[in-house]
């Protein structure tokens, strides 16, 4: 692509991105408008017009499968050379480089969980702790040393900044821990994930050459998720510029949720103190909701007591469906109920893979995952096994391998299902859950060679061992039931985000106002993981028998509209999808019936061609309006409500021909 073909493909907002290719730029981007877009094309443009050489780009981002796709995306740009990886792994791959020579011998193996180690310093100290205790001191080690707080200044930061001390420990005791981890560490010969950080560090800063070598090959950085850097991370990407200012930084301030892991918002609002001369650029255009559930974002975070570094974002969706609240008597009503509506989506045409259920803890998803398997809806669990480490998998992608060795030719969709036909693929699922995982799993790879756009096996088994580096597993079958952090880059088609009461969102332990101030960031990431239907949800009490008296979360006040208890007397929620229908069914005449039925129809080719769920063409609510009022023109038909400026240019021809009986046929793009 030209630079002008690049530039083209951008709004002006991302257009000033891709065109800022020298000096610090600082990007302030809203859930859902393109960032990941606006920074690869700012780095193909810069690629494309000179300004720097792709192979000395290091695009850092947070998780293994951002840096796989944003690898992808350079790639399709036609900048394969430019290097996009994790902190962690970037720093790993440059410290196996320089160990040898710096230290001698090779790089100490790296410990994967901390917890033996804990449980054994712990014990060393006589300290008695559990398996969850373990888990939160192994946390808080973490935090001590992405923060650079040793042993000796522990107690005191913690004091500072009023956190508690996990495990019921006292400061002192803690800190003694701290300096037993590390000998324990020694004593095994092994590192941990912060410790690669922490040598790297050590290396740039003491080592000229090193130093040296790095910034030769490395003059130009874009990092993502900046809202999310804690002090080791901005420390290692100071000592990677050594004082240049070519880096540009793109994060959103209200998706800061990670604080208590020492992530800070700070380094993101204080770029330009830092780098004189900074230009910031806001990217406020969202692709991603409809223009109701970016009113609610903007209403949840306009409530916010911080806001320095937060932008107002705007709907560039048609209008959908209108966000949903309901209140319930009980947690058991509460998951009846959002299995219902999810019932009703699904017959609507919805995928399962494409809804959410998010909550703010791990303990809330049971009576979720019950009330669903109730009504045969597949869930989401996560597996226990990594998916490339399944024997099926391993064995299936040597069977590739083998293949591609001895040059097998055909089209590569054909060629993969012909190699794992002996190793579980059929074109039809077997019966029985072992064979089911084993097909499921060989479907996946046979997914996967389907969108690839390898010309050869041998291509498309590259591509495979770049998503075993990077871990990129398969997109999860089913009913996603998720924790909002969880669900942080990601998003559904619809979302129903639950447990809004005083306790669970704001949790209970979150005291300070800046501890609630987290809690509002969490519910704004979680409203905007939803494209076309958003559903707000609380239950009254815990139990049926009204144990566990509960509020609705002081995050919704001013926001929650009346109160519409389901099942309470005399104010009744309003009806599912279902009963709509049924009752739609029984008081319209049969012309009112038959039309329903073809506007349905026609929704659907429309939803299938333009790659979107039904409701997001109309709502089931809104074809029954029209097929009631079986409207004669425009005019009568923008009366409907649903039906706005935008879909009245888009829809009212083939829908005024629906109701005056006419066969109305969508083509392609229609």
Not at 62 to 86: C, D, N, S, W, Y
Not at 225 to 234: I, K
Not at 427 to 449: K, L, T, Y
Request: overall charge neutral.
């Amino acid at each position: 692509m030209s630079p002008e073909e690049l530039l083209d493909a951008l709004d002006p907002d991302q257009r000033s991105v891709a065109t800022q290719v020298a000096g610090p730029l600082a990007v302030l981007a809203g859930a859902g408008t393109g960032k990941t877009r606006a920074i690869t094309y700012r780095i193909a443009y810069g690629a494309a017009v000179g300004a720097f050489d792709p192979s000395n780009v290091l695009a850092v981002t947070f998780t293994q499968r951002a840096a796989f796709e944003m690898r992808h995306r350079l790639a399709q740009l036609g900048v394969p050379k430019a290097q996009a990886r994790t902190f962690h792994s970037a720093a790993l791959r440059q410290l196996r480089h320089f160990w040898p020579t710096v230290v001698g011998g090779p790089l100490p193996d790296i410990v994967p969980h901390k917890a033996s180690l804990v449980a054994a310093s712990a014990a060393r100290l006589g300290i008695t702790i559990d398996r969850t205790n373990v888990r939160d001191i192994a946390a808080e080690v973490e935090w001590a040393k992405v923060s650079m707080i040793d042993s000796a200044h522990y107690a005191s930061r913690v004091a500072r900044l009023h956190r508690d001390v996990p495990a019921g420990l006292d400061a002192a005791d803690m800190a003694r821990l701290l300096d037993v981890y590390e000998d324990a560490k020694n004593e095994r010969g092994v590192i941990d994930f912060e410790d690669i950080l922490i040598y790297l560090c050590g290396m740039l800063q003491e080592r000229a050459d090193v130093a040296s070598i790095v910034r030769k090959q490395y003059r130009s950085f874009v990092v993502d998720e900046f809202q999310d850097v804690n002090l080791l991370q901005a420390r290692l990407l100071d000592l990677w510029l050594g004082g240049r200012h070519d880096v540009c930084v793109v994060g959103d301030v209200a998706q800061t949720i990670y604080s208590f892991t020492g992530a800070s918002p700070d380094y993101l609002t204080g770029f330009g103190r830092k780098h004189p001369g900074a230009r910031v650029i806001e990217l406020t255009r969202d692709y991603r909701s409809t223009p109701q559930i970016v009113t609610l974002a903007n209403d949840v975070l306009s409530r916010a007591t911080q806001r320095e570094g937060t932008v107002r974002l705007s709907s560039q969706r048609d209008g959908g469906p209108h966000v949903g609240y309901w209140t319930y008597e009980d947690d058991h009503a509460e998951a009846q109920g959002v299995a219902a509506q999810i019932a009703d989506l699904i017959a609507g045409g919805v995928q399962p893979h494409n809804i959410a259920v998010l909550m703010r803890t791990n303990g809330q998803s049971q009576v979720f995952e019950e009330a669903l398997g109730h009504r045969g809806i597949p869930v989401a669990v996560a597996a226990g096994k990594p998916f490339f480490a399944r024997d099926d998998v391993r064995t299936a992608i040597s069977r590739l391998r083998t293949a591609a060795a001895a040059s097998e030719e055909g089209a590569l969709g054909e060629v993969v299902r012909d190699v794992l036909s002996g190793v579980g693929w059929s074109p039809e699922a077997p019966s029985g859950q072992a064979g089911s995982e084993r097909w499921s799993n060989m479907n996946a790879i046979v997914g996967w060679a389907d969108d690839s756009k390898a010309a050869t096996l041998a291509g498309f088994v590259a591509e495979l061992d770049e998503r075993i580096a990077y871990q990129v597993e398969p997109d999860k079958a089913g009913v996603e039931l998720a924790t909002i952090h969880a669900a942080k880059g990601l998003e559904w088609d619809a979302v129903f985000l639950v447990g809004l009461s005083e306790g669970l969102l704001p949790i209970s332990y979150a005291k300070t106002p800046a501890a609630r101030e987290e809690e509002r960031r969490l519910l704004y990431v979680a409203v905007t993981r939803a494209r076309d239907l958003l559903t707000l949800s609380w239950a009254r009490s815990r139990g049926a028998d009204g144990r566990g008296k509960r509020k609705r979360s002081r995050l919704l006040d001013g926001i929650w509209p009346d109160e519409r208890p389901v099942g309470a007397p005399k104010k009744k929620g309003r009806p599912s999808t279902r009963a709509a229908n049924k009752a739609f069914e029984e008081e319209a005449s049969p012309q009112a019936i038959e039309l329903f039925g073809r506007l349905k129809a026609w929704r659907l080719e429309v939803a299938r061609q333009a790659g979107v769920p039904p409701f997001a063409v109309f709502t089931d609510q809104t074809l029954r309006d029209i097929a009631v009022a079986m409207p004669k023109n425009t005019t009568q038909l923008r009366v409907i409500r649903g039906i706005g400026d935008v879909k009245v240019q888009r829809f009212a021809a083939p829908v005024l021909a629906l109701v005056r009986g006419e066969e109305v046929v969508v083509d392609e793009g229609a």
